[in-house]
């Protein structure tokens, strides 16, 4: 058996094992998948990448978030940076909001970063993280660590894109709610 077919078995495995509805729940299951499928990357600084979905995750649950989106807040890069699809979460039993939510932060190849944020505002959840992500890359501590070129470049390209969110999030709000979204009643009942 080559390297390949044994990294895919063990992936096959991992997906198997998850059990997102289990009595762990999502947020144990996401923790594990993102666990391995962060495995070996390294952030901008050098350390363990996953420490950046661990810290999401921890400004979400800290914000009161519900297990869904702390699930969807260590998964938030899965999609974009790893080995893992979404059909992936979704077979692995992840609940379909979720997936929903990953698939709502993670950027598109070719996506402009306007399409990006509609995306991301159409799903509350997915604001949520997004938030938290935002706070967690401009965190002072951490942007602190890197060059004076980088810290700035990243410093305006988060700034732009939290503006981006907050104007898209405000469209979403004012947007006129269908009936069938509203609760009405139909056919006159």
């Known amino acids: 058996m080559d390297e390949e077919t044994s990294e895919r078995q063990q992936r096959d495995e991992l997906l198997k094992s998850l059990q997102p509805d289990g009595p762990d729940g999502p947020v144990d299951a996401a923790q594990r998948l993102a ?11 050098g350390l363990p990448y996953i420490d950046h979905p661990m810290r999401v995750a921890d400004r979400v649950q800290q914000g009161g978030g519900a297990p869904h989106a702390v699930a969807a807040a260590w998964l938030h890069d899965v999609l974009e ?19 929903a939510s990953v698939q709502a932060l993670s950027r598109r ?19 949520v993280v997004k938030r938290a992500d935002l706070a967690e890359n ?12 980088t810290r700035a470049q990243l410093k305006a390209k988060y700034a732009e ?11 979403q709000k004012a947007r006129p709610v269908p009936p069938n979204e509203s609760g009405a009643c139909f056919l006159g009942v």
């Open 35 to 45: 666990t391995a499928a962060h495995c070996g990357q390294v952030d901008k600084i």
């Open 81 to 99: 940076d790893t080995w893992v699809a979404a059909g992936q979460l979704r077979s692995a039993g992840f609940p379909r909001d979720v997936v």
């Open 138 to 149: 401009t965190d002072p501590v951490r942007m602190a660590m890197l060059d004076e070129g």
């Open 109 to 127: 190849p070719g996506e402009t970063a306007e399409s990006y944020a509609a995306r991301i505002a159409a799903d509350p959840v997915a604001v």
């Open 161 to 171: 894109f939290s503006t981006l969110l907050d104007e898209a999030v405000a469209r």
